[in-house]
């Protein structure tokens, strides 16, 4: 079967539209709910380090960490062992905590004690903090309220 111009213009044409719709449809898909904050751009705190923790690493985690953690009144828990991390890394962040009145800074510790956090209000946080500089990080939690809160969630690297 044989098409003239026209029927040639018009299938084109039809492909087109389908592939011009699809496209923004799949890039959407692929791209991340919310911009990445980079571990250099949060607050930070020096804080002393335990001295075991500090020597028990291991390489990153594949996929997805359990949180499950209660941490006491005005102190920090460790999430993680220190992990070594290549540069360019992303960590996502994806929890909620009890009670929600509490303050509390979600965020990594280096290896030489700098603690970079986000302070969270209201009972969850879902955010991805990027690792620009390799190094050895271990997730941590500071609970700054006056009571224990108990921290369930995901971290997904």
Not at 119 to 124: D, L
Request: aromatic share 12%; charged share 15%.
């Amino acid at each position: 079967m044989k098409m003239n111009r026209w029927g040639i213009a018009c299938v084109l044409a039809a492909y087109a539209f389908v592939l011009g719709a699809a496209i923004p449809f799949f890039h959407a898909a692929a791209a991340p709910g919310k911009a990445v904050i980079q571990l250099e751009e949060l607050e930070w705190d020096w804080v002393p380090l335990p001295a075991a923790q500090h020597r028990k690493t291991g390489p990153v985690p594949q996929a997805v960490d359990k949180i499950d953690k209660s941490i006491s009144k005005d102190s920090i828990g460790y999430v993680t062992y220190f992990i070594n991390f290549d540069a360019k890394a992303v960590v996502t962040c994806n929890c909620a905590y009890s009670p929600s009145s509490a303050s509390m800074d979600f965020g990594f510790i280096s290896s030489n004690g700098k603690f970079y956090y986000i302070n969270v209000k209201g009972g969850s946080i879902n955010q991805t903090i990027g690792i620009n500089q390799a190094g050895s990080y271990a997730m941590a939690i500071r609970n700054r309220s006056s009571q224990t809160v108990r921290v369930v969630g995901f971290l997904e690297f």
